[in-house]
């Protein structure tokens, strides 16, 4: 018999917010604080919720990637990733409402494996076509941008 997986599931969380900036978040058996930084009258106990959202986008990509190279059979090893946003703040501050708050992201990917640059990019493409959080941000409005280098191990 040929079991075919679900394409489509509900997720499911719970979150209590514990303070005016503090919030615990739980997905199945594992918790996320989400809290603002002290100087915004947080606990700074964990990311803020947009550097949470950022920090979503990075491990995303690093699953779909590895995930995308292993039926490539391409050995990208170890993703080290560095992200730089623009944000407008207008709409946090309720200055104003913003229709786009994050209006660019820039995100740079090292692979430390032996994959080439052309099999890296290869890689990047397809991670583009898969990964929900980076497709999330471009249908936002968002200009996300990535940079794939392949490095030789350290």
């Given amino acids: 018999m040929n079991i075919r997986p679900k394409t489509s599931v509900i997720t499911r969380l719970t979150a209590e917010g514990t303070s005016h900036a503090r919030t615990v978040a739980q997905a199945r058996d594992v918790s996320l604080v989400i809290d603002e930084p002290v ?12 550097e949470t959202g950022l920090a979503a986008l990075m491990g995303c990509t690093n699953v779909i ?14 993703l080290r990733m560095t992200l730089a946003c623009d944000f407008d703040r207008r709409g946090v501050t309720l200055a104003e409402e913003v229709a786009v708050p994050f209006t660019a992201i820039r995100l740079r990917i090292e692979a430390d494996g032996p994959a ?38 350290s």
């Fill in 116 to 153: 080439t640059q052309a099999e890296l990019d290869r890689v990047a493409a397809d991670v583009a076509k898969f990964c929900p959080l980076s497709k999330l941000f471009k249908a936002a409005g968002t200009q996300v941008t990535e940079e794939w280098v392949a490095r030789a191990p």
């Fill in 65 to 78: 990637a590895n995930k995308v190279a292993h039926a490539q059979g391409v050995d990208i090893g170890h």
């Fill in 39 to 50: 100087e915004r009258g947080g606990t700074n106990e964990g990311l803020a919720p947009t």
